[in-house]
């Protein structure tokens, strides 16, 4: 029982207010930049125009959808048909970013984007109309276009990754690497804590895991929690899914694809070793 309340009080949770600025301080490498969400030029709030959309998507008005008008998907869905619009979106060259499946800003963005060269109306959420639109202009995605390889370039495996069952997570790469015995099982990108609260470095183990999880000091959810070092952990951050690089945890090591976190959720068990390096 103490144990349970010390980690519950030190579960962490999105820095909301953190500029994208400091965050890349902490938990950016010098190569970070390869990453399209890197740039904060990439991601606006929900609502506003991506600035790599045509000027007619920005010129648009963002009024809000008709009451009439039912809305098949919009901002802050998590579901597998918005996997499926993003990947979609992408053949469309209108995301350059992979499929998470959660509808964030840069979503949102795109969608505008599209509506608005295709002479609807540019709400930034997808109704019926929307929808057939883009499905008629593009192919049904194939299991790659849904769930590609990282988007992240995964680093060589730190030395004490190579026996057992680790997961090795690499702050230059921003990476999660599932290994067993030596040989990479699965890979996903992850993103740490900001300067003022950072992820710690060196061996842990998986102490716990938690399926369900909020956390007592911020109260944001913490789905798929691995504890490895007091109130750290790995988990799902709806929020690295909708806004990138340009926020950070903390302290946790946040994944922003619930599928893949969900499978590792179920192979990794308690006991298991952690690595967190540079």
């Known amino acids: 029982m103490a144990t349970a309340v010390a980690l519950a ?18 938990s950016s490498s010098p190569t970070a930049g390869a990453s399209p969400e890197a740039s904060p030029t990439t991601d606006n709030k929900p609502g506003e125009a991506s600035p790599s959309a045509s000027p007619s998507a920005s010129a648009s008005p963002s009024a809000s959808p008709s009451p009439s008008v039912k809305q098949i998907m919009a901002n802050g869905d998590d579901t597998d048909q918005v996997r499926e619009l993003q990947a979609r979106l992408r053949q469309l060259k209108l ?6 499946g959660f509808y964030g800003s840069k979503t949102t963005a795109a969608v505008k984007s599209f509506q608005s060269k295709n002479g609807l109306n540019a709400t930034g959420s997808v109704d019926e ?17 849904l769930r590609p390889p990282t988007v ?13 069952r680790v997961m090795c997570i690499s702050k230059e790469s921003r990476t999660l690497a599932w290994m067993i015995d030596g040989k990479v099982i699965s ?15 060196g061996v842990f183990k998986v102490d716990r895991k938690e399926k369900d999880w909020t956390s007592t000091l911020y109260h944001t959810a913490m789905p798929y929690s691995m504890f490895f070092s007091g109130g750290q ?8 899914a909708a806004r990138g690089y340009n926020g950070a945890s903390h302290g946790c090591v946040n994944v922003r694809d619930k599928g893949k976190l969900s499978t590792l959720f179920g192979q990794v068990n308690v006991g298991d070793k952690v690595v967190v390096y540079w």
């Open 233 to 240: 952990a790995v988990h799902y951050s709806a929020d690295f």
């Open 129 to 145: 109309a929307t929808w057939k639109k883009i499905q008629s202009a593009s192919k049904k995605p194939t299991a790659d276009e």
């Open 95 to 100: 995301m350059s970013v992979a499929p998470t």
């Open 187 to 201: 890979t996903m990108d992850v993103r740490f804590g900001s300067e003022n609260t950072p992820t710690r470095e």
């Open 9 to 26: 009080a030190t579960a962490c949770g999105p820095q909301k207010t953190e500029s994208a600025g400091s965050v890349s301080s902490a």
């Open 152 to 164: 992240n370039e995964v680093d060589a495996p730190d030395p004490r990754c190579m026996e057992g």
